[in-house]
């Protein structure tokens, strides 16, 4: 006889539970509803894409795709033919709208669904993994960056109640700064992945990274999601432009007070007025529109990863755990679906990383875990009832509630041990004499309480315990 097969997961996946799934599927729906309510629509897109539509045909790519491998070797092999799997949601998106030019624009979607990269797997990183995003395409106001910032409030009130800031800042002030720091254009991307760890290596190893001499055959960035750590090479800055950058990241205070200070520091550098401009719109629109200022705030350190965001970038981070860093981010990408399509398509939008968030709010204690979502089950006490049990556990599914007829041994004790270990709020009893009788005893399994009640009260008896559970 040959061996068994090991039940092992590749590297870097993982299984979900019922109970997990249940608070999940919980959060998901709460995140749903808010993104509805801001006059979002749903949209989904294929897990895979060709792989030149998620790389742009860029060969030095520095993200770590899945690629996808068929039977025929030129679809494997052709470069306009080869596939992947989507590494987030808003390259496809840039995509669909590129392929449906005539959608009626602003287009305001949202979506959920699993991403894979080929990181390296490593506690709190994983292939795959899921995301839920809102976008609006079409739009070049900052009142749709002010909306993307009144959402990202708005979910996070839900979900973890006060204990939340959404940063946000512009990447037009980052890209001002090669002008005003005075190093060369070339390395404001390597500049802004630098100041984009900040909150991880700190104030002064991220001004090592910029003076340290550069290693002419290392890599200019490290990719997209990496271990974000001291890098042993730098950029090679001036001292001078390092002095200047360092004054940057050293701008503090209120909202109003940052925008004061770059105001000044910038004065004449016409990219970064542009980026303080948007930044005031947004400032005055989450005003008007009563979002709490305790829950966000202008922070000049935020910049992003990923190299297509073009204007206002936005951060969201937990209070109490700010270790594990952001939880919902996104921004402006402007130039994005102008990789497939000529046309003005400017968009913004933020995405949640839902596993992250999950794991979040497990260690805050914020998810309830139940093993089941079934209140109800019938119990078999009698081979000659049953009819009316199948007929019994028709009639409470017809009525809207979640049901269970048992199905195993005909224990009694282990019928009611399951419903315990189920937590199943309500369990339905008719032995002999209740089917004689024409009643049904129904207990209350977290009152420890039964009542024997007419049969043709089952449905209103049942709904009462549940109302009050």
Same mark, same amino acid.
């Given at each position: 006889?040959?061996?068994?097969?090991?039940?092992?997961?590749?590297?870097?996946?993982?299984?979900?539970?019922?109970?997990? #799934?249940?608070?999940?599927?919980?959060? $998901?729906?709460?995140?749903?509803?808010?993104?509805?309510?801001?006059?979002?629509?749903?949209?989904?897109?294929?897990?895979?894409?060709?792989?030149?539509?998620?790389?742009?045909? =860029?060969?030095?790519?520095?993200?770590?795709?899945?690629?996808?491998?068929?039977?025929?070797?030129?679809?494997?092999? =052709?470069?306009?033919?080869?596939?992947? #799997?989507?590494?987030?949601?808003?390259?496809?998106?840039?995509?669909?709208?590129?392929?449906?030019?005539?959608?009626?624009?602003?287009?305001?979607?949202?979506?959920?669904?699993?991403? @894979?990269?080929?990181?390296?797997?490593?506690?709190?990183?994983?292939?795959?993994?899921?995301?839920?995003?809102?976008?609006?395409?079409?739009?070049?106001?900052?009142?749709?960056?002010?909306?993307?910032?009144?959402?990202?409030?708005?979910? #996070?009130?839900?979900?973890?109640?006060?204990?939340?800031?959404?940063?946000?800042?512009?990447?037009?002030?980052?890209?001002?700064?090669?002008?005003?720091?005075?190093?060369?254009?070339?390395?404001?991307?390597?500049?802004?992945?630098?100041?984009?760890?900040?909150?991880?290596?700190?104030?002064?190893?991220?001004?090592?990274?910029?003076?340290?001499?550069?290693?002419?055959?290392?890599?200019?960035?490290?990719?997209?999601?990496?271990?974000?750590?001291?890098?042993?090479?730098?950029?090679? $800055?001036?001292?001078?432009?390092?002095?200047?950058?360092?004054?940057?990241?050293?701008?503090?205070?209120?909202?109003?007070?940052?925008?004061?200070?770059?105001?000044?520091?910038?004065?004449?550098?016409? $990219?970064?007025?542009?980026?303080?401009?948007?930044?005031?719109?947004?400032?005055?629109?989450?005003?008007? #529109?009563?979002?709490?200022?305790?829950?966000?705030?202008?922070?000049?350190?935020?910049?992003?990863?990923?190299?297509?965001?073009?204007?206002?970038?936005?951060?969201?981070?937990?209070?109490?755990?700010?270790?594990?860093?952001?939880?919902?981010?996104?921004?402006?990408?402007?130039?994005?679906?102008?990789?497939?399509?000529?046309?003005?398509?400017?968009?913004?939008?933020?995405?949640?990383?839902?596993?992250?968030?999950?794991?979040?709010?497990?260690?805050?204690?914020?998810?309830?875990?139940?093993?089941?979502?079934? /209140?109800?089950?019938?119990?078999?006490?009698?081979?000659?009832?049953?009819?009316?049990?199948?007929?019994?556990?028709?009639?409470?599914?017809?009525?809207?509630?979640?049901?269970?007829? @048992?199905?195993?041994?005909?224990?009694?004790?282990?019928?009611?041990?399951?419903?315990?270990?189920?937590?199943?709020?309500?369990?339905?009893?008719?032995?002999?004499?209740?089917?004689?009788?024409?009643?049904?005893?129904?207990?209350?399994?977290? /009152?420890?309480?039964?009542?024997?009640?007419?049969?043709?009260?089952?449905?209103?008896?049942?709904?009462?315990?549940?109302?009050?559970?």
């Amino acid at each position: 006889m040959s061996d068994k097969i090991k039940p092992t997961l590749p590297g870097g996946f993982r299984d979900y539970p019922p109970s997990e #799934m249940v608070a999940r599927n919980a959060m $998901l729906t709460t995140i749903r509803r808010v993104f509805e309510r801001f006059g979002f629509d749903p949209l989904e897109t294929p897990g895979v894409e060709r792989k030149i539509v998620l790389t742009g045909g =860029d060969e030095g790519f520095r993200m770590n795709i899945f690629n996808t491998q068929i039977g025929n070797a030129r679809i494997n092999t =052709d470069p306009e033919l080869a596939m992947a #799997m989507r590494f987030d949601l808003t390259v496809p998106l840039a995509r669909f709208m590129a392929a449906n030019p005539d959608l009626v624009k602003p287009f305001k979607r949202y979506q959920v669904g699993n991403v @894979w990269r080929g990181e390296k797997p490593q506690a709190g990183r994983f292939r795959e993994f899921m995301q839920f995003d809102a976008d609006t395409v079409g739009s070049d106001s900052p009142l749709a960056d002010a909306e993307i910032v009144a959402l990202m409030v708005a979910t #996070m009130q839900e979900l973890v109640g006060e204990r939340f800031s959404v940063r946000f800042n512009s990447r037009r002030i980052l890209n001002g700064l090669p002008e005003y720091a005075g190093f060369d254009a070339s390395q404001a991307s390597d500049v802004l992945r630098i100041i984009d760890k900040l909150p991880k290596i700190g104030r002064d190893a991220a001004l090592r990274e910029l003076t340290k001499p550069p290693k002419a055959d290392a890599p200019v960035a490290e990719e997209e999601g990496a271990e974000q750590v001291e890098a042993e090479y730098g950029l090679g $800055l001036s001292a001078a432009a390092v002095a200047k950058i360092g004054g940057f990241i050293d701008l503090a205070g209120t909202t109003d007070e940052l925008l004061a200070a770059a105001g000044t520091m910038f004065k004449g550098v016409a $990219l970064a007025e542009a980026g303080l401009h948007e930044i005031m719109a947004i400032v005055r629109a989450l005003r008007s #529109m009563g979002v709490p200022e305790q829950n966000w705030q202008l922070d000049l350190s935020v910049a992003r990863g990923l190299s297509y965001y073009t204007g206002p970038v936005f951060e969201a981070f937990l209070t109490d755990l700010p270790s594990i860093g952001s939880v919902f981010s996104g921004g402006r990408y402007d130039d994005l679906v102008n990789r497939f399509l000529d046309g003005n398509y400017p968009a913004t939008g933020a995405s949640i990383g839902v596993d992250r968030l999950f794991a979040a709010l497990k260690q805050l204690d914020k998810v309830k875990f139940t093993p089941t979502l079934t /209140q109800v089950l019938v119990t078999v006490m009698d081979e000659s009832g049953i009819g009316e049990y199948l007929t019994m556990t028709g009639e409470l599914r017809d009525a809207g509630i979640r049901t269970q007829l @048992w199905m195993g041994s005909k224990s009694f004790k282990e019928q009611v041990n399951y419903a315990v270990k189920q937590e199943i709020p309500v369990v339905i009893i008719v032995g002999s004499n209740e089917l004689r009788d024409g009643t049904v005893t129904v207990k209350d399994m977290r /009152q420890r309480k039964q009542q024997l009640v007419p049969r043709a009260d089952l449905i209103s008896t049942v709904r009462i315990i549940l109302d009050g559970s």
